[in-house]
């Protein structure tokens, strides 16, 4: 049986703050979604901030065909006790008690523990440079992509499914056209006529245009579905959390 989380201490923009890894978590609540799934949905539709809520980590994992890069996440106790409460299911309830618990430990009991000599003090002062050269690397590392991710979904360019699996497939995902219109009518986003589904249009991620062409029978519209700035940017999210997992 999954054991429940421990709690540790991560750098959140600069201060130490009790968390706890988010996919020991997802493991211990038995959920059914895929973890990537899973803690992308939870963070957009609960609106979490990053460096408040949570941080996110590149954990690199060797293996006899090389490493493989996987993202961490580390969340506050607020959000973890809040995880737990909406799975409504008995692990849910046992983690978000344990979780109250080990605040009221923290807040009362426990109080922080200062260096008592100069070699404590060094070890410390040691242990926050490592973890803030450790936030700055993944600062540079990332500031490309979210720099192109938050330039398109500013957009209001839109462009053809077509270009969008280009576009995945120059972010590292090995995906085609037809790959991907599949993998869009299988997750509800396209219906078999490859037109936008309501999903997709509450999400905001397709927009349908009209062209008018010209037949012998008079002139007729032809619907086509495009995928807007904002479409771009969480597709593009999707398949990246898809392929860290």
Known sequence: ??????IIKQNFSGSLKDCVNARELHAFLE???EFANWIKNRIADYGFIENQDFISLDNFIKRETGATRRIEYFI???MAKELSMVERTPRGKQARQY????EKQLSGSLKP???????????????????NEQLQQQIAANAPKVAFADAVG???????????AKLIKQNGVDIGERRLFVWLRENGFLTLDNKATQKA??????????????TPQGNQIRLTTKVTGKGQQYFLNKFAAFQAA
């Open 1 to 6: 049986m999954t054991n429940l989380p421990e």
């Open 31 to 33: 959920s059914r979604q």
């Open 76 to 78: 506050s106790l607020d």
């Open 99 to 102: 979780f109250i618990e080990c």
């Open 113 to 131: 523990a200062l260096p008592q000599n100069y070699k404590e003090a060094l070890r410390d002062l040691l242990h926050q440079v490592e973890q």
């Open 154 to 164: 500013n957009s209001d360019d839109v462009i053809l499914i077509r270009d969008l």
């Open 201 to 214: 249009m509450n999400l905001g991620v397709f927009r349908m245009t009209e062209t008018t062409i010209t």
